[in-house]
């Protein structure tokens, strides 16, 4: 399932709040499917929710962005998935050729059009495993192609409407306490970073065994 934007859930909701310019969110991404509750995935520009609550990206301070790489690379070790990224669609973000909140406004669009599933782990691995050309029109239209996705998911992305709504969803994960990507919310119960997935397991499991208790 696809949320729009961050509401109240019940206790044992887990959402993932993700930008797939995070290499985390890349990596937490990958192990979604071996929790025992389905994820709702929720875009945000997180450069966006940092602005807001005063946090600074890792690229603004070298030695934690040198670390980071390397820390990244290590994770994708152990979850034995690619770690290449993508230098051709970053140089593009930054050097304004495509806006920087292009993917997650994307995957607002897939979700309105009904391929989300079949694009969202895709553009992950096209942004931080296994390039693609993400920086061009064509390149970008070739990347569904290339998925077996007819509709045009960069066309719905630049109506006002999925702009508003990321908006929403930046000022929405902000109120929220989100600072980072990714976050987990297991109900009301926050966690940040890739390296926390064994807190959000474990609170998913204390939620069902709580259930279980409440009905006996």
């Given at each position: 399932?696809?949320?729009?934007?961050?509401?109240?859930?019940?206790?044992?909701?887990?959402q993932f709040i993700f930008d797939y310019r995070s290499p985390y969110a890349y990596l937490a991404n990958s192990q979604l499917k071996?929790?025992?509750?389905?994820?709702e995935y929720i875009s945000v520009d997180i450069v966006a929710v940092m602005d807001i609550v005063g946090n600074q990206p890792s690229p603004k301070c070298p030695a934690k962005a040198r670390y980071?790489?390397?820390d990244a690379g290590r994770w994708a070790r152990i979850y034995g998935?690619?770690?290449?990224?993508?230098?051709?669609?970053?140089?593009?973000m930054s050097s304004g050729q495509i806006e920087p909140d292009l993917f997650s406004r994307a995957a607002l669009a897939a979700a309105d059009l009904g391929v989300f599933d079949t694009v969202h782990?895709?553009?992950?691995?096209?942004?931080?495993?296994i390039p693609v050309d993400l920086a061009t029109p064509e390149g970008r239209i070739a990347f569904l192609r290339a998925n077996s996705v007819d509709?045009?998911?960069?066309?719905r992305a630049e109506e006002e409407d999925i702009r508003g709504r990321l908006s929403d969803n930046v000022t929405n994960a902000a109120q929220r306490g989100v600072f980072g990507?990714?976050?987990?919310?297991?109900?009301?119960?926050?966690?940040?970073g890739n390296d926390r997935l064994a807190f959000v397991r474990d609170a998913l499991a204390q939620n069902t065994l709580n259930e279980e208790n409440h009905h006996e």
């Open positions: 399932m696809f949320e729009r934007s961050i509401r109240g859930v019940t206790p044992m909701s887990l071996t929790l025992p509750v389905p994820a980071s790489r390397m998935v690619p770690m290449n990224p993508n230098a051709a669609a970053m140089q593009a782990d895709a553009l992950f691995t096209a942004y931080w495993g509709a045009d998911i960069w066309q990507a990714p976050t987990f919310f297991v109900g009301d119960d926050m966690f940040f």
